[in-house]
């Protein structure tokens, strides 16, 4: 779940996603963590306030959630971002004593991906690039494609379409 430069308002009316919260991904893999027993979710998020949800909806579920603890998150303590990555990187890309932050920011979630890639079952949105690419490795690695609930698009690879659009969600 990242809720990163996706829950900017501008860009959510640019690219018509949608910031929504843990419960809502819950409840659309809860049909599968019930039909196989599943009680052990991997979490991949930049965001303080869904580690605060999965703890009370873990507790109320009884799931047991976990996510890497050395990620940089925001929402509550720390502000949310105010500017899509891609600024955010040029930007430290001009300074050298920055740099470092992207490459870490990078090394953290190229290994929520790969450990995402490594789960039974993925729910995310294929309109992010960790999700896809997640799933990507995960056939790769097992040469099979893993079973996925996706909260968005069917698949996104609409390079010059206009933002948001799909079978489902025409704009």
Request: with cysteine.
């Amino acid at each position: 779940m990242r809720h990163g430069d996706s829950c900017i308002a501008a860009e959510a009316s640019r690219t018509a996603r949608r910031c929504e919260p843990l419960a809502h991904y819950v409840d659309a893999v809860a049909p599968y963590l019930a039909a196989h027993g599943v009680r052990t979710v991997f979490l991949a998020t930049d965001s303080e306030e869904v580690i605060r949800d999965a703890q009370s909806i873990g507790a109320a579920r009884g799931l047991t959630f976990l996510w890497l603890r050395n990620v940089s998150r925001t929402g509550m303590t720390t502000p949310r971002p105010t500017e899509v990555l891609d600024k955010l990187i040029k930007r430290r890309a001009t300074d050298p004593r920055q740099v470092w932050r992207t490459h870490r920011d990078a090394l953290l979630g190229l290994i929520d991906t790969m450990l995402l890639a490594r789960c039974d079952v993925l729910v995310g949105k294929f309109t992010s690039g960790l999700f896809r690419a997640a799933y990507q490795l995960s056939a790769a690695r097992g040469g099979v494609l893993r079973p996925f609930v996706s909260l968005d698009a069917p698949w996104c690879a609409d390079y010059g379409v206009v933002s948001g659009y799909n079978e489902d969600f025409p704009q």
